[in-house]
């Protein structure tokens, strides 16, 4: 009889630390396929179809990205979490991203995209993403090749495994604790190749292409339990993905583009993307 409480004890002091430590699930679980599920829209991808500039010019775009709601199933961990139901992963559905590019001479481009860290609604972005492209022509119709590599480091913080009004439901693991500040980090680093074949004098790209990402997404529990406990339990997975895209590019006038892409990593979903594009410090070369 002894022997009962000693054991209860043990139980409830290891399971905080249990949460708190590191988790890494397989490839094939459900907490690395909702990881890959978010990856495929916070990727960096072309967005528009190759195109060559002037050297020294400036491109400055504005982007959105349609993010895909994970079902119930996808967002309930079996792995790390166990005894949790389905997470709040689905807190926002369009991802705005500024996108700055410079020209750096034949045929070379070197983007740059920040998303601050301004809270709404909840979320809070502090996403980093870089791309270095060349384009070369690839025959006497304007015909484009384009070969590039990119990463978006960072992270994003929302309210996930114990959103605002989990601490007032009883069946919930949040009872009585606070409402989290979880954090997200995709690091997601990638090739990938596009061609494009102009039609209407060059006015009109219709392109396709496809790539592989290596992503190394990291999640990590932020709240406090009923006793005041913290949780802060890490979870880590690495995984690759083949991609590939597709969409068209107008030219509305010289130095405004405007482009609508379908980006699909296969094994997970596939997302949409528009992006507008306005050139300064001089002419498209084709």
């Not at 000693?6 to 907490?31: D, F, H, K, T, Y």
């Not at 990856?39 to 400036?58: E, K, T």
């Not at 979320?123 to 384009?135: D, G």
Request: hydrophobic share 40%.
């Amino acid at each position: 009889m002894r022997a009962f409480p000693i054991l209860l004890s043990s139980v409830m002091i290891g399971a905080p630390l249990a949460a708190q430590g590191n988790c890494s699930p397989s490839g094939s679980s459900r907490e690395a396929n909702l990881f890959a599920h978010f990856s495929v829209p916070l990727a960096y991808s072309m967005g528009q179809a190759p195109w060559i500039y002037r050297p020294g010019s400036v491109q400055w775009s504005v982007e959105g990205t349609y993010l895909p709601d994970a079902s119930a199933r996808l967002r309930t961990p079996v792995r790390c979490r166990p005894t949790a139901g389905p997470e709040d992963w689905n807190v926002a559905q369009v991802l705005p991203r500024p996108r700055v590019g410079f020209v750096l001479g034949d045929g070379v481009l070197m983007e740059v995209s920040w998303v601050p860290p301004v809270r709404i609604q909840g979320v809070k972005p502090n996403l980093w993403s870089f791309a270095l492209s060349r384009t070369i022509p690839m025959n006497a119709r304007g015909g484009m090749f384009s070969g590039r590599i990119h990463a978006t480091i960072g992270s994003v913080r929302a309210p996930i495994t114990c959103p605002e009004g989990a601490s007032q439901d009883a069946t919930s693991p949040c009872f009585g604790g606070t409402t989290s500040d979880d954090k997200f980090a995709p690091n997601i680093f990638g090739v990938e190749m596009g061609f494009t074949v102009p039609l209407m004098q060059g006015r009109v790209r219709p392109y396709v292409g496809g790539g592989y990402n290596i992503l190394h997404p990291r999640f990590q529990v932020s709240y406090r339990d009923s006793l005041g406990q913290r949780n802060d339990q890490k979870v880590k997975v690495n995984l690759s993905r083949i991609t590939a895209f597709g969409g068209l590019t107008l030219a509305l006038s010289d130095g405004i583009l405007l482009s609508g892409e379908a980006y699909s990593a296969p094994a997970d979903l596939v997302t949409g993307r528009v992006r507008l594009t306005l050139g300064f410090g001089g002419r498209r070369r084709q």
